[in-house]
Each structure stands twice: as structure tokens, then as C-alpha cells.
């Protein structure tokens, strides 16, 4: 009744190509932001940030870059952590060799950075596609955490090789450092989010995504009609290392505060980004939002049920835990290898024709 | 799905809510989980027994009941940020995360709260420096006193001369692994040593190359910071090389039966440092066992009494409670704040007697922390595993390890975290003379001070 085109006249070019074409949508839309930037940093509090949505929103980046790559472009890739860790390190030095500069310049040219290395390591996409690549993207995995263990540059010769982040402030806030305060640092990232996925949104639906897709449906139907498989390969590979790049900084500097590279950008977390990105749905922004939110909130919704209000042993729990995230990952998977996304389209399909089905 | 992800953060949010201030808290940031939980576990199950014991024994400490919240870090930092946050609110009075990269994440956030953070032989090793790292304490031994005890050991053996010798550090390839680097770089160069450094990745069931390459360059020694799953193999790779194990000398972490048993026989004569006591033939068991372990309240699966990490948890919470014991009586109050379980823990002294009295004789060594230094003396005894008898023989008295180097190292890196960090250094001088003193002698000084004061002004007016 409410979500339909049925009423919602176009006039112009612009509006009938605007991202939510219909009323109900673009009005939700509208209200999660309002909800996301006026109600949320009200109400929180350091666990929600802390525990539940800055792990949520810098993932949800990770994720939509990972799709770029994966989802829209077609080029499996099991870099990501080695990525995020390019991002983390860069962000670090340009934190400690620039002490003036400020800390979203930071995190974007951090982003840059691994932009260009994921360049680098995405050359050889154009010769290998498939599970090759995925080997290939592998090993920029291991060189990467290999690299910033081994070259004590990186981490500033400190004896530990963890790296720190220092206090950075953004006119005035406090963003990184061990004395933020929760709506302070959600706002920096909500706005980095939100700022992202529009562009993200925006690039995948014009020439360039197109391209990516064209190349991902056939690369050789694909250079026939024009396409440059060299430049979508590698736009591909450059604007989705840059998303995870700022992924990377994020985690390290505002998230976590202290890194270190083998145990949090090890293969593990290129493994639970490509989780996020296949549940959520391959080739959808919302896709990348609800598969972060999967992957993050479930262990600690699920965590706090166990163990908080049913009183079970901890390690019980997590072992339960594992297995339920697992079977909820298979089931997913066979019942709808499209992810979240695709459900989130089925029930918008059924609320087109509500309530007159046929 | 949208309506489900709805339920959940509503569910996230009915849960994430429970504040309760009415116990003295103890977070225990344990994991059962993992390729670490084989020396999580009996750690965790010591840590929250002696709790048990203390709730059952005496009824808490000083009257208020103790309250112990377990969360499941599984040796994750992500994990043990979100198990900070929830515990903290619930007024959590002290952090022990059991691992150095969540203590490295806590370090920061511990000095903001004023959470104080006891990371006992373990954690950022130039927190000792109480004028720099306020809020954290790493008594009674940390990894540089590891490093030169094992220094000290081969020197002992040797008659004071290993110029020469190689010892080979093997290595968890993370921030615990490399924390003793720098002190035994150090030590090489004053004793003329050399050091081969074999890094293993997390989780460390892949030592192939590293062993073969021992067998190949046959250093003298061969010392290893391992931590978990780690350890065993490592005993396992070198029994299987035929590395003889008397010559092979792990830090604290890498001495409990977890490590040893797997590899049977062939791990005989391996040693590993302890700053504390083994076994179960200490009075305080009789009262576990009455108290705790004979009414079937024993945490976990209650098989871990007497070994290595349980009796090290224990002790972990031993010193928890006689900090909460002295900072109740620094305060006056027994519903003591984080804040004055700093107080408590800075002020800490541990003699003989006190460890007689808890039924802990001869366990550990006696100690005093104060402002300048929160890192206790750092004494370190040499155990042996007896694999015949399956058990850790003490083969070595409580000795002082080389503070000269470790003292130096410990101002440079703590110095240089100050000045990354933009931490002021405290002055001990005068907040130490204050914590010392009882409330009679404060009132006595103010007094004098008054006095003074009176017989100034009399002065004045008389001028």
C-alpha cells in the first residue's frame, strides 16, 4: 500500500534516476540518517560505541570495498586484512611523522596509500582470474603482516612492535587516544561511513561500475563491446583498497588504539570480511551494511544471551557461539546464496504488490 | 530481515544494561577457548577459586563480598576491548587480562578510567615505572627480569663466564615475544654472548624450520617466550631433534604441565623460570578443599589444583584481595572505588609473615611496591620438569637479576612512551610520603604543621 511507484509522478531525468526511486523508500532512508546522526549520539554510551557500532561501521567500510572488488568487479580477494594493515601502518606514520595534520586527513590519504599498493598487488589480475587470484591476493596477505613485523620502520623501532595511537583531535574533539568520548568518535565514523557509501553507491551505478560488472559478468564479452579490462581491473582494485584502507586506520586508530599486525590483520580478518561481503550479499551496498551487522552484532548479541541473562559457562557459550554463527553461515548459504541482500529485495518485491498479491 | 536485526539490537540493548555496584568487583578476562586455553584455563580456575575461598572463608574482604564477572577474551584483542567495556560499568576495581596485546589496548584506557591494571609477569614490561604509568602495576616480575634470569642461570652454570656460548631466544612473533629482545641484546653485549632470535607465528603449531635451523646451528642454550599451544610443540620439535632439555630454559609462561605432559618421557629436565611456588603442598589447599573444592563449587572442571597457572591465578587474585585489604585501610571504607584500589595496590607489601598467614609459606618472594616502582623486585627462581615423576622440582633459590640493565631500559622505553603519549611524570617524592603514612601520623603532621605555623605568626606579630 505504502511502498509502490503507483502515484510517485518523475518530471525529471534526475529524479527518475535517483537512488531510491520510490517515496516510502527514499522517506526510510532519510529517517535512518536522521535516526544515525540526531538520536544515536545521544543515547550511547561507551560499550554500545566500543563493543557494538564502531566495529559495525568500520567494517560495514571494509565490506563495501571488498564488494567493489568481489562483488561488482568479480575478483575474489583474500588481501583484505593485509590491506587494513597497509591502512593501520600508514595511518601510524602519518600520525607520528605529522603530528599537525589533522586526523581525518589522516585516515583519508592512509586510504590513498593502500590504494596504490592494492593497485600494485591487483596487476596480476590481469592475467590470472579465480581461485589463482585468490592465491595471488594470498600472498599479498602474508607479504604485508610478514612486512610490518619485519621492518621495524614501520612500527617506529618500538620493542614490542606494537604500535600506539596518539591523541588526535578534530576541531577541538578528541578522536583518537585513550580519552574519547563515544559520540565523538561514532559521529567521526558514521560521517566517513555515510560519506563513502554515497560515493560507493554513486560510482557503481554509473560508467565506471558498469565497466566493473561488465567485466565481472564475461571480461572477454566485455572488452568486446569496449570495456578496458586494465582500467577496470585496476579502478577496481585501487578504489577498493582504498575503502579498505580506511577501514584499516579506523580499526587501528579510533577502534582499538594499539595493533598488532599478526594477530589483528592476520588471515582471519580477510576471511570474516569475505563472510560479511557473501552474506550480506555479493554486488549490494545494503548488502555490505547488513553483512557487517551479521558478522559483528550476532557473536555479541549472542554472547550477552548466554552468558549474561542465561548464566551459561563462558566457554561453553563461545564454543555454542562458533557453531551457531557456522551453521547460520551454511544455512545462509543454501537457502540464499544471494545474502541478506537479496531477502532485503524479495520482501521489497512482495511489499510492491501488498496487499494484492496477484 | 530488517525486523530481525531490529529484534537483536533490542535484545543487544535489554542486556547490555545491568549495572550493579553492590560487590567489590573482579573482572576475570579469561579464555577457555582457542589455541591459547590450555594455560588460559587452569589461570582462570586459580583466579576465581582463591575468590570462592575468600567469599566462603572469611565473607569477603573486610565484610563487603567479592564478585568475579568471567568474560571470554579467547586471547583476542577485539574480544577483550568489548569485554572491558561491558565489565567496567559494573564497577570493575581491577583488569588482569592474562595477555600483553589487550593489555597494550588497556594501557591507555586503564589511565582514562582510572581502572588500575595488574598484568603480573606480563604486559608492557616498562610499566614498572610508576611515575609514568599510573594507574599500572606489573609486580612482582616482568619479562626483562625473565630475560636476566635466564641470563643469570647460564652464568651460574657456566661459573660467570658464557663469552662465546649462543643462545637461541624462540619467539611468539608478537608483542609478548619481543618484549625480552631488547634486554637480552643488552645482556649479549655485556656478557659476550651471542643471540640468534627465531620468531614463531601465532598460534605456533608450525616450528619445523625453526627447529631444523637449531639443529643445524646447535646453539648452547636455547630460552623461548612461548605462550598457549606454542609451548608444546616447541618441547615436542626438540625432543624430536634430540636438543638435549636441560639446556633448554623457558620464561614463566612456558613452564606449566600443559607444556610438558603432551610430550611425555622426552621432556624431562626442560626448565622454565617461576616467580612463585608449585604444587599442591601449601596449607591454603586444606581450605579449599574444606571451603570450596568439597562443596563441588570449584570453577571449571576442577582438575587443576596444584599446577603451575592455577597456582599462579591464584596468587594473581591473592594479591588483588591483600591490595583491596590495604587499600580499605588506607581509605577507611570497605566499598572500595577503582581509584582507591590504586592507592591500595601502590602501597602493597608483601613480607613472609603475610604469606604465612594466607597458608602460602615460602610461595613467593616478599616485596613492597611504591610510586617509583610498580614492577616489585623482580626476582625469579629455575624449575625442572621431572617427567618421572611428573612434576616442577624448584632447582634454584628466588634470585636478583640484573637491574643495572633492566633499571636503564625500563626509564628509556617508559620516557619514550611519556613523550608519545604527552604524559606527565608524577612526583613521587611527596604522594609516596602520604600513602606510606597511617591517618594518626597525617593528623600528627598537620598538627606540627599547625604549630609551626602559630609560632611563625607570633613571631611576625612580635616583629
Redesign the interface.
Known sequence: MLYREVGDFKTTYRSDGQTFPIAFDRWRYYIVLLVAFCVVPFII????T???LL?FLIYAIAAIGLNILTGYCGQVSLGTGGFMAVGAYSCYKLM?GFPDLNILFCVLLSGLITALVGMLFGLPSLRIKGFYLAVATLAAQFFLVWLF?KVAWFYNY?????I?A??RTLLGYKIT???TSAPVTYLFCLVLVVFLAIIARNLTRGHLGRSWMAIRDMDIAAEIIGVNPLKAKLTAFGISSFYIGVAGALLFAV??????V???F?IQKSFLVLFMVIIGGLGSIFGSF?GA?FMV??P??L???L???LGW???I???LE?AIVGLLIVVFLILEPHG?AQ??RI?KEKLRLWPFPH | MKLKTLTAMALVAAMGTTPAFADLVFPSLSYRTGPYAANGIPFADGYEDYFKLINARDGGIGGEAVKVIECETGYNTEKGVECYESTKGEGALVYQPLSTGITYQLIPKSAADGIPLHTMGYGRTSAANGKIFNTVFNYPANYWNGASAVVNHLLAENDGDIKGKTLALVYHNSAYGKEPIRTLEELSKKHGFKLDLLPVDHPGQEQKSQWLQIRRTKPDYVTMWGWGVMNATAIQEAANIRYPMENFIGVWWSGSENDVKPVGAKADGYKALNFHGVGDDFPIYDDLEKHVYSKGNATGAGDQKGTVLYNRGMYAAMLAVEAVKKAQEIHGVADITPQQMRDGMEALEITEATMKELGLPNFGPSFKVSCENHGGPGLASVNQWDAKAGKWNQISDYSETDMDVIGGLIDEDSSAYAKENSVAMRDCASSSMVAKMSREEIAAELKAINARIQELMKAAEAL
Open positions: 554510551n561507551d560499550y554500545w566500543n563493543a557494538v566495529p607520528t613485523n618500538s620493542a614490542s612492535g606494537q600506539n596518539p591523541e587516544g585513550a580519552e577502534y582499538l588504539g594499539a595493533v598488532e599478526g594477530e589483528v592476520g547488513a551487522a552484532l550476532l555479541v548479541l554472547k550477552n544471551v552468558v549474561g541473562s559457562p563462558t566457554d557459550a563461545t564454543h562458533f541478506l531477502l532485503w520482501i
